[in-house]
């Protein structure tokens, strides 16, 4: 796996509603940085072309990420994986650099929104990828915001 940069990304989760945000990961075979938002070669400062990116990858990797009100704090709001656990939501590797995060209406809708103990609004988690020969990489920090569902019962 290249030096490619960890990835920020910000989504909503809409309680009550499906969530499954999806998107894919390219790998340069160079090291690169992030300059004014472009993607750059390190040793000349030139933009990386369509045509250098190579998708990632992911067959046989699993991954994980732990959702927090920020990356230090102690208590986990939401958990995914690749190997979920009752409640938890699901990432969705492919070999072609997709990744997919999932939850049931039924689980966002149990998410606590609000300010109090257990509740929250805003959090951040970093998606660590574990490869078959064992190297862990994070290759995203998500940050997600939850919107309230304002229509309820029936």
């Given at each position: 796996?290249?030096?490619?940069?960890?990835i920020?990304?910000?989504?909503?989760?809409?309680?009550?509603?499906?969530?499954?945000?999806?998107?894919?990961?390219?790998q340069?075979?160079?090291?690169?940085?992030?300059?004014?938002?472009?993607?750059?070669?390190?040793?000349?400062?030139?933009?990386?072309?369509?045509?250098?990116?190579?998708?990632?990858?992911?067959?046989?990797?699993?991954?994980?990420?732990?959702v927090?009100?920020?990356v230090?704090?102690?208590?986990?709001?939401?958990?995914?994986?690749?190997?979920?656990?009752?409640?938890?939501?699901?990432?969705?590797?492919?070999?072609?650099?997709?990744?997919?995060?999932?939850?049931?209406?039924?689980?966002?809708?149990a998410?606590?929104?609000?300010?109090?103990?257990?509740?929250?609004?805003?959090?951040?988690?970093?998606?660590?990828?574990?490869?078959?020969?064992?190297?862990?990489?994070?290759?995203?920090?998500?940050?997600?915001?939850?919107?309230?569902e304002?229509?309820?019962?029936?």
């Amino acid at each position: 796996m290249s030096t490619t940069p960890t990835i920020h990304l910000n989504f909503t989760i809409q309680q009550g509603a499906t969530f499954a945000p999806s998107w894919k990961r390219s790998q340069v075979p160079a090291e690169v940085v992030v300059r004014s938002g472009v993607l750059v070669h390190k040793s000349t400062g030139k933009p990386v072309t369509d045509a250098e990116k190579q998708p990632v990858d992911y067959t046989g990797c699993t991954a994980r990420m732990q959702v927090r009100s920020d990356v230090q704090a102690p208590e986990v709001l939401l958990t995914f994986s690749t190997e979920p656990q009752e409640g938890e939501g699901r990432i969705t590797l492919g070999s072609d650099g997709a990744v997919a995060l999932h939850l049931s209406p039924a689980q966002t809708a149990a998410l606590p929104y609000g300010d109090g103990a257990g509740q929250w609004r805003d959090g951040v988690g970093q998606m660590e990828i574990t490869f078959t020969n064992g190297d862990v990489f994070r290759h995203f920090e998500i940050h997600l915001c939850l919107d309230p569902e304002g229509t309820r019962g029936g």
